[in-house]
């Protein structure tokens, strides 16, 4: 079964500064899916960005942008000029792309905390 | 669109009481699931479902039921309540074809089981 690990329980930048959340996973598959969500205090889930396994190109979506490393399962997520309203908690998550009603497997999250 | 809406927003259930989770979708998605959330834990799946009358467990269905006789709706049902069921519950949906670019979520139901 395929895991996913962010090792960073927590995370502290200062405003206008870039941060990196860190993600790894493990998987035997070679065709797959992988996402950033942003769980801000509302709960609420939301997309940030996400990758395609086949692609070598790294994703970017404006101040957001990933480090994609698949021979090293590594996929770490970069935000640049950090605001407050970037502080929540970020789930890294892989789905395998074969399966049609497989779910998402998530890390136990990073929380980003901005320092005014 | 209201895209994915749940509820109650918050519940307080006794030990060993039965409630349901309502989870209704408007934009129709074939795949609908239920996550539950604890500290430290991430999200988890706990049932997932691909059309009406198809559903099948996840990672951690012990203690749950569910059904789906319409594509709009995935209730999730605790049939005895335990506190090891104390949890942020989300439901999440999308169509099959396009479940690799994302799943829409709900808001979310804080369930507290005393």
């Known amino acids: 079964a395929q895991t996913v690990t962010q090792s960073q329980p927590e995370m502290s930048v200062q405003e206008a500064e870039t941060v990196t959340l860190s993600c790894t996973y493990d998987?035997?598959?070679?065709?797959?899916?992988l996402f950033w969500y942003k769980q801000p205090p509302s709960r609420q889930m939301i997309l940030v960005i996400r990758?395609?396994?086949?692609?070598?190109q790294n994703a970017t979506e404006n101040r957001f942008s990933v480090n994609f490393q698949k021979a090293a399962k590594s996929f770490s997520l970069k935000i640049s000029d950090s605001q407050l309203g970037d502080a929540a908690m970020y789930f890294c998550?892989?789905?395998?792309?074969?399966?049609?009603?497989?779910?998402?497997?998530f890390g136990k999250g990073t929380h980003l905390i901005i320092q005014p | 669109n209201a895209g994915v809406t749940q509820t109650p927003k918050f519940q307080v259930l006794k030990t060993g009481q039965s409630m349901t989770l309502q989870c209704a979708q408007d934009?129709?998605?074939?795949?609908m699931s239920w996550y539950r959330q604890d500290p430290g834990m991430g999200l988890r799946l706990i049932h997932y479902?691909?059309?009406?009358?198809?559903?099948d467990q996840g990672e951690v269905p012990n203690g749950y039921n569910v059904s789906r006789s319409t594509t709009e709706d995935f209730p999730l049902r605790l049939l005895s309540a335990a506190p090891s069921q104390t949890s942020v519950y989300f439901c999440?949906?999308?169509?099959?074809?396009?479940?690799?670019?994302?799943?829409?979520f709900g808001s979310g139901t804080r369930l507290t089981v005393v």
């Open positions: 999440a949906s999308s169509r099959l074809e396009t479940a690799n670019y994302g799943y829409t």
């Open positions: 998987t035997s598959e070679s065709d797959y899916y």
């Open positions: 990758q395609e396994a086949y692609k070598q």
């Open positions: 998550a892989y789905r395998y792309s074969g399966g049609g009603a497989d779910g998402l497997t």
């Open positions: 934009m129709n998605h074939e795949y």
């Open positions: 479902s691909v059309g009406a009358g198809i559903t």
